[in-house]
């Protein structure tokens, strides 16, 4: 049984039963799983999940395939992929829809690649495909600590453009400077739209 919505101290385990893939979907048998802003916001009661989600918390995993649904191709059990999930990351197996899984990105473990597919295909999306942003642009980042933040300033520096990020605090500006941003806006103490055309320093 559930515990009502609150702090961690509201996370606990329970035996459940394994959930079946649909016809689309596949069963992964779950190595890890990411921790984002909405597992927080879920465990608080709320968020705002698509219908049917489950209660257990995770947006995110990696490990094998367990089992697929019966059309499902191009995919077989025991591939090693990360995946998105709807909900129920946490849980020791997941059902996943096909759509929704990917393989392991080369030269990560299954480990540190649990963590990348909710913020990866965020960032791609939105600065990659719907930002169209182009090598050598200048992006200006908010929330540039955040897990969206801090993987967009370093996919921005690797395809070899500028970054300016906003943070909520001197050390969080340094944080993103160490992450490669080229300058940093301390909100509390300055509206990022007056900085001009420069100097861009923090
Ligand atoms: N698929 C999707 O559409 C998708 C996926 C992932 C995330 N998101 C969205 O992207 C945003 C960032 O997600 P994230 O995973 O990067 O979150 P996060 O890791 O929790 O980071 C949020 C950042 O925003 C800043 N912030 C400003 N005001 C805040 C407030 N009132 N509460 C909390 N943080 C605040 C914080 O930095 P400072 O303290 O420096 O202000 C923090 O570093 C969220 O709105 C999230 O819902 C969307």
Same mark, same amino acid.
């Given at each position: 049984m559930s515990k009502p919505? $609150?702090?961690?101290?509201g996370l606990a385990i329970h035996e459940r039963a394994i959930s079946q893939p649909s016809s689309n979907e596949v069963l992964i048998r779950v190595a890890a799983a990411g921790l984002n802003r909405t597992d927080v916001i879920q465990r608080g009661g709320r968020a705002n999940l698509p219908? $049917?989600?489950?209660?257990?918390? $995770?947006l995110e995993v990696s490990r094998t395939i367990a089992q697929l649904g019966s059309d499902v191709s191009g995919i077989s059990v025991g591939d090693e992929v990360v995946a998105l999930t709807d909900s129920g990351g946490y849980a020791e197996y997941v059902a996943v829809p096909a759509g929704q899984v990917a393989p392991v990105p080369p030269g990560l473990d299954l480990l540190d690649a649990a963590g990348i597919p909710e913020v990866a295909a965020t960032v791609v999306l939105n600065?990659?495909?719907?930002?169209?942003y182009q090598e050598g642009e200048t992006v200006l980042v908010h929330g540039g600590t955040g897990g969206i933040g801090a993987f967009t300033i370093q996919l921005v520096k690797a395809l070899g453009g500028t970054v300016f990020a906003t943070a909520g605090s001197a050390g969080k500006c340094a944080r993103v400077r160490s992450w490669g941003a080229d300058a940093a806006i301390n909100y509390r103490e300055e509206e990022f739209d007056q900085r001009g055309a420069g100097p861009w320093r923090c």
């Open positions: 919505p $609150g702090g961690p101290e219908e $049917g989600a489950s209660d257990i918390l $995770g600065v990659l495909l719907n930002g169209r």
